[in-house]
């Protein structure tokens, strides 16, 4: 097994690890936010906690999903210019894509660490954390989607003249779910 599958292997790990957590950080959303409605409208009890707790799994849950549909390349892109150009010219341009999307995630998992560091001294009062829970999912998405950037320039990079090899895995039939 060479380093390339073994990361590819690592990473079909780890989704499946980020899949667990949205869905269960989304049905927590579902219980707790019912609950307060429920608590709210029947017996007049307020949860302070439930909508901070609900915003806050939200935002888990936006940078978690986004490192997985980064990775399966659901991102919004122009392929259909990128297509007309020669093969060799589509790699390069895909490499220069990938490089300056990478350092989109550089810059936005610095601000973001910055953040964490501000926020660290203040709190949430309702859940009794700290406001710094808020902005870690954005460094560990962004970080999440910057080793997702490494891992497309090495598929661009030694995939073969086949240009659906990189769809095919496991037996799945190749096709290509962009526009």
Known sequence: MTGFQF???????LERMQTI???AALGAIVVVLSLEILLRQFL???????LDLSALLMVWICFIGA???YRRKGHIGIEVLVKLFPEGLQKMLN?????LIGAGFVVLMIRAGSLMLVQR????VSLGISRSFLSF???????????????LILEELLR???PTAHFKKSGEEGHDESY
Do not use: H
């Open 21 to 23: 957590f949205c869905v």
């Open 7 to 13: 990361l590819g292997r690592l990473f079909e790990k």
């Open 67 to 69: 490192s997985m549909v």
């Open 137 to 151: 999912p954005v460094v560990l998405g962004t970080a999440l989607m910057l080793v997702t950037s490494v891992y």
């Open 160 to 162: 073969s003249g086949d």
């Open 121 to 124: 001294g203040q709190e949430i």
């Open 95 to 99: 490499v220069v894509m990938y490089l």
């Open 44 to 50: 007049g009890i307020n949860l302070q906690w439930a």
